[in-house]
């Protein structure tokens, strides 16, 4: 069952899911209620965005070891699945093994390239332009989107942030 991989979270309105800064290891998945996504810049609350049902927040925990990069606050009385790096893998080994490498591939790419509005400059170092053709071609293809229709929801959920991700790290010359 593919159940085991994740577990379940309730959080009450106000309460503090995760903070900025803290080291993460769960990425989540709103089933029901909403999350406030703020971010402190010189000692100033900046607000993020609030997301609600079927959104994944935290994703970076998993994909990384870098501490979170903001605060998520439950707003309302918050359900959520909870996905840690081994839940991950054990539920991409679910998956055909195309879409494991195609996964992995997104991963080491979000990873590996800054955003573009980021670069300094438009060097792309040992990320040239093979790895972006390549991610180019991933999220145009029709397979790989059909094979997420078929994954779990937390799954889908977490490719979606990559697809967000990398779409933010291709050069807009290239796209």
Known sequence: ?????????HFDDGEVIFAQGQR???AYLITNGKVRLTKEEYGIELYIDTIGPEQVFGEMAIISEMPRMATATAVGETHCLSLNRVGLQNMMGTA?????????FLITYNREVLPYDLREKADEGSFGAEWHRKVRELLADRKFCQELK?????????????????ERRI????R
Do not use: C, W
């Not at 069952?1 to 979270?9: A, T």
């Not at 055909?96 to 992995?104: P, R």
């Open 1 to 9: 069952m593919v159940e085991k991989h994740f577990g379940r979270r």
């Open 24 to 26: 993460g290891f769960e």
């Open 96 to 104: 055909s093994q195309e879409f494991q490498d195609n996964m992995i």
């Open 150 to 166: 078929g994954v779990q929801p937390i799954l889908r959920g977490f490719v979606n942030a990559l697809v967000a991700y990398a």
């Open 171 to 174: 050069p807009p010359n290239t």
